[in-house]
């Protein structure tokens, strides 16, 4: 059996003019806890969508078990779950109602398993699916998409408006899923705490093109953030260092976030600072924001309207 | 056995490493000590609602040093203390912390006597109690 449950290459997709997704190569392993992460309208839905053959691509080719998504069998669609963002249901049905609904196409179903997830968020089958609340929503789409036992979940931004005890709940049933080994998990999200605890892969979609795909790991041991004493003036040469993700200044200080820093990089920092470099700790939401757009140059909002603040 | 682990994520310091830092220091503490068990890498993943990986990442390296061991069958345990490096190794691991301690207490305008004071006390908390006489 291969090792790899997703693979995509050169994916794209144009929605008229506007490109959505650009050339996006990704491999999703076995067994996998994967975190597709980017801003709103980077692409990422629209990749689960052509994943699952509910769109179809562009340009490039995406295969899912090995198979073409553009030609999925039942067979291999029953191996997969996928929870769509903001949890779509029929709101005048009751939570049985769905649950045999949804029950009768699938081969496997894990009927203890559901009752078990719909209770762990408080649900009873006589509700009204229109009477839940949001958190109570993405229970029951969790429970629905967990009770086939699927070996790829997929989930678009699941705990997207949940709060904190609901996306604590959902985070529990998502590790569940972790127990029953060889269980791919693919998920979107911009909650990075539960991210970091949940995934152990992350790929981060910028602008409709794919920046990283790699373990937590690599990412948290690849991205550093130096801080240095630096004019302005002469800090020019410095904004084009390789990998230079993001760049800050806070008064006298400048802040590098980079990535991949060799020695090279290291040796043109500490001779641009007269020696002084200092390596400032970097969090998991730091490293991703290096990534996303539009704040590769930056001066602080609150750098930035203090003096128009002090003239009034 | 008065061992309890807590994470948090959003922290410099990765999940893994907070579990491997959290265990060295419970057994430095005396909080742990050489044969407790250590929840399986399933159940401390459970535990903690962390990804298995992590857990498993933490215990590997934790395994890499001696500091526990896994006992197939039976599970995982604290291993005995016993030095895997050299004494050149243990003092280069030692020397960042040495001059961040020197460093930053002559910086605060403490005498030498009063850093080596602060050590003796720290180290005088750390050290197991059990052996204590009633």
């Given at each position: 059996?291969?090792d790899v449950v997703i693979e995509t290459h050169a994916l794209t997709r144009y929605f008229?003019?506007?490109?959505?997704?650009?050339?996006?190569?990704?491999?999703?392993?076995?067994?996998?806890?994967?975190?597709?992460?980017?801003?709103?309208?980077?692409?990422?839905?629209?990749?689960?969508?052509?994943?699952?053959?509910?769109?179809?691509?562009?340009?490039?080719?995406?295969?899912?078990?090995?198979?073409?998504?553009?030609?999925?069998?039942?067979?291999?669609?029953?191996?997969?779950?996928?929870?769509?963002?903001?949890?779509?249901?029929?709101?005048?049905?009751?939570?049985?109602d769905v649950h045999a609904f949804q029950r009768s196409y699938y081969r496997t179903w894990?009927?203890?398993?559901?009752?078990?997830?719909?209770?762990?968020?408080?649900?009873?089958?006589?509700?009204?699916?229109?009477?839940?609340?949001?958190?109570?929503?993405?229970?029951?789409?969790?429970?629905?998409?967990?009770?086939?036992?699927?070996?790829?979940?997929?989930?678009?931004?699941?705990?997207?408006?949940?709060?904190?005890?609901?996306?604590?709940?959902?985070?529990?049933?998502?590790?569940?899923?972790?127990?029953?080994?060889?269980?791919?998990?693919?998920?979107?999200?911009?909650?990075?705490?539960?991210?970091?605890?949940?995934?152990?892969?992350?790929?981060?979609?910028?602008?409709?093109?794919?920046?990283?795909?790699?373990?937590?790991?690599?990412?948290?041991?690849?991205?550093?953030?130096?801080?240095?004493?630096?004019?302005?003036?002469?800090?020019?040469?410095?904004?084009?260092?390789?990998?230079?993700?993001?760049?800050?200044?806070?008064?006298?200080?400048?802040?590098?976030?980079?990535?991949?820093?060799?020695?090279?990089?290291?040796?043109?920092?500490?001779?641009?600072?007269?020696?002084?470099?200092?390596?400032?700790?970097?969090?998991?939401?730091?490293?991703?924001?290096?990534?996303?757009?539009?704040?590769?140059?930056?001066?602080?909002?609150?750098?930035?309207?203090?003096?128009?603040?002090?003239?009034? | 056995?008065?061992?309890?682990?807590?994470?948090?994520?959003?922290?410099?310091?990765?999940?893994?490493?907070?579990?491997?830092?959290?265990?060295?220091?419970?057994?430095?503490?005396?909080?742990?000590?050489?044969?407790?068990?250590?929840?399986?890498?399933?159940?401390?993943?459970?535990?903690?609602?962390?990804?298995?990986?992590?857990?498993?990442?933490?215990?590997?390296?934790?395994?890499?040093?001696?500091?526990?061991?896994?006992?197939?069958?039976?599970?995982?345990?604290?291993?005995?203390?016993?030095?895997?490096?050299?004494?050149?190794?243990?003092?280069?691991?030692?020397?960042?912390?040495?001059?961040?301690?020197?460093?930053?207490?002559?910086?605060?305008?403490?005498?030498?006597?009063?850093?080596?004071?602060?050590?003796?006390?720290?180290?005088?908390?750390?050290?197991?109690?059990?052996?204590?006489?009633?």
């Amino acid at each position: 059996m291969s090792d790899v449950v997703i693979e995509t290459h050169a994916l794209t997709r144009y929605f008229g003019r506007h490109c959505a997704l650009d050339g996006v190569s990704l491999r999703v392993p076995r067994g996998s806890v994967f975190a597709l992460l980017g801003r709103n309208g980077s692409g990422k839905s629209t990749l689960i969508q052509i994943l699952l053959n509910l769109l179809t691509p562009t340009r490039g080719t995406s295969s899912v078990f090995g198979e073409d998504s553009r030609r999925l069998s039942p067979a291999t669609l029953a191996r997969v779950g996928y929870a769509p963002e903001n949890h779509p249901l029929p709101a005048s049905l009751k939570v049985s109602d769905v649950h045999a609904f949804q029950r009768s196409y699938y081969r496997t179903w894990d009927d203890a398993l559901f009752a078990t997830v719909l209770d762990h968020f408080g649900l009873s089958p006589a509700q009204k699916i229109g009477h839940l609340s949001r958190g109570q929503r993405a229970g029951l789409a969790m429970a629905l998409v967990m009770a086939p036992r699927p070996e790829l979940l997929v989930m678009d931004d699941p705990s997207l408006g949940l709060d904190p005890v609901a996306r604590r709940t959902l985070l529990e049933a998502m590790l569940l899923t972790t127990r029953q080994r060889g269980t791919t998990v693919f998920f979107t999200s911009h909650l990075l705490d539960d991210v970091e605890r949940a995934a152990d892969h992350i790929a981060i979609l910028d602008r409709s093109v794919l920046r990283v795909s790699c373990t937590m790991e690599t990412l948290r041991s690849c991205v550093k953030r130096f801080a240095l004493s630096v004019a302005p003036d002469a800090a020019a040469p410095l904004l084009v260092l390789p990998g230079l993700l993001q760049s800050r200044r806070e008064g006298p200080t400048l802040l590098l976030t980079i990535a991949n820093a060799d020695e090279d990089v290291l040796r043109q920092l500490r001779t641009a600072s007269a020696g002084q470099l200092e390596e400032v700790p970097l969090t998991l939401e730091d490293s991703v924001v290096g990534y996303l757009g539009d704040t590769k140059h930056q001066v602080s909002l609150f750098d930035r309207t203090r003096p128009s603040a002090e003239v009034a | 056995m008065s061992f309890d682990l807590s994470i948090s994520p959003g922290s410099a310091s990765p999940i893994f490493k907070q579990i491997v830092d959290q265990v060295r220091l419970a057994l430095a503490a005396g909080r742990l000590s050489e044969g407790d068990p250590l929840p399986s890498v399933r159940a401390m993943a459970e535990k903690l609602l962390v990804n298995p990986n992590t857990v498993a990442k933490a215990y590997t390296e934790l395994a890499g040093d001696g500091t526990i061991e896994t006992q197939p069958g039976r599970g995982v345990f604290v291993g005995r203390r016993r030095q895997v490096y050299t004494k050149a190794e243990r003092l280069r691991r030692l020397k960042p912390h040495v001059d961040a301690l020197v460093t930053e207490g002559l910086l605060l305008g403490f005498s030498l006597e009063e850093l080596i004071e602060s050590v003796t006390v720290k180290a005088a908390e750390l050290r197991p109690k059990k052996e204590r006489v009633p």
